[in-house]
């Protein structure tokens, strides 16, 4: 561990793991706002050896590891190891920004209540993917995004925050996305501060506090 990096742990910022497999938009947001949130962003991992997220973090000064998922005998094996590395950077919360993998119950049950993951509706509804899509199709007159708790049910986490948007009648899935991106990088980081300052509490399918 370099003498900043020690500081910086001793300092008591809590030490978080973003997980990407693409472009990290997210990430970036996450990255950019830590100083001022009260929170380090000590690794940046992909399961996609060249996303283009890597380069990014990279970039900012934020170490970053790779792995492939396919060839590890099944997803339980791919996230031990996985969680090995986590544990390798001293990580204390996770943040999922964009990351396209189907989460063991191993992983989950070991990351439960320190893990978020940021999706693209107002949860419960739409869960999956195509969100602005579906959301356009249904009618829908808002639609926005959602910062939750990772289960192992999909999408389907205790609920830490939301930020709605209206539906614009010319609005295509890639205008709705757009705006709504906006707001995920505007309540991501809030979120995972609130996480990381111990500020939320699980009751139920509730979460307390923010």
């Known amino acids: 561990m370099s003498p900043e990096r020690r500081a910086v742990s001793i300092a008591g910022r809590p030490r978080v793991a973003i997980l990407i497999s693409g472009r990290g938009s997210n990430m970036a947001a996450l ?3 830590a100083p001022a949130l009260g929170y380090e962003v000590a690794l940046v991992f992909s399961n996609v050896v060249d996303a283009p997220g890597l380069a990014v973090a990279a970039a900012a000064g934020v170490a970053t590891a790779a792995l492939d998922h396919r060839g590890h005998g099944g997803r339980a094996a791919f996230d031990a190891k996985v969680d090995a590395i986590l544990a390798a950077h001293d990580i204390r919360y996770v943040a999922l920004a964009g990351y396209m993998r189907l989460l063991s119950d191993p992983f989950v049950a070991a990351w439960a209540g ?3 993951n940021i999706h693209p509706s107002l949860l419960p509804s739409f869960t999956g993917l195509d969100t602005h899509a579906r959301a356009i ?14 289960t192992g049910e999909l999408d389907g986490g205790p609920i830490v925050a939301q930020a709605a948007v209206p539906v614009l009648e010319e609005d295509t899935a890639e205008t709705l996305a757009a705006r709504i991106l906006a707001e995920e990088h505007r309540i991501y980081p809030l979120a995972l501060a609130a996480l990381c300052a111990g500020r939320l509490r699980i009751a139920g399918q509730r979460v307390l506090g923010g």
Not at 137 to 150: D, L, M, N, W
């Open 31 to 33: 990255i950019d706002a």
């Open 114 to 116: 320190r893990m978020l």
């Open 137 to 150: 199709a249904a009618g829908c007159r808002v639609a926005g995004c959602t910062v939750h708790f990772v």
